[in-house]
């Protein structure tokens, strides 16, 4: 069984920042590709940064300059350092990890952490 640990969410006010962490084994940060995804209310799930190949990232172009992800091989744990943090951030931010056998994409998602930007 896959588990995907996050933590590091709450409220914070418009212009700050918060760090998230995923937690996982080394099983799945080894051959998973990691990455945040997030929902917001009444929104589908969109992805807001991972790694692709290697250390290399992609980022959705509203985090571009202010999100970076990260991550500690030694301690199986991936980060999302988020700074200038605006309203429209407010969401459900979940941890995946992802791989493709043949041709089926297998997905695992942790459990969520939800962060609130309000003054």
């Known amino acids: 069984q896959v588990q995907l640990v996050e933590s590091g969410g709450g409220l914070v006010q418009p212009g700050g920042s918060l760090r998230l962490s995923c937690a996982g084994s080394r099983s799945i940060f080894s051959t998973y590709t990691m990455g945040w995804y997030r929902q917001a209310p009444g929104k589908q799930r969109e992805l807001v940064a991972t790694?692709?190949?290697?250390?290399?990232?992609n980022y959705a172009e509203s985090v571009k300059g202010r999100f970076t992800i990260s991550r500690d091989n030694a301690k199986n744990t991936v980060y999302l350092q988020m700074n200038s943090l605006k309203p429209e951030d407010t969401a459900v931010y979940y941890c995946?990890?992802?791989?493709?056998?043949?041709?089926?994409?297998?997905?695992?998602w942790g459990q969520g952490t939800q962060v609130t930007v309000s003054s």
């Open positions: 790694f692709t190949s290697g250390d290399s990232t």
């Open positions: 995946n990890a992802q791989k493709w056998i043949l041709a089926m994409k297998i997905n695992y």
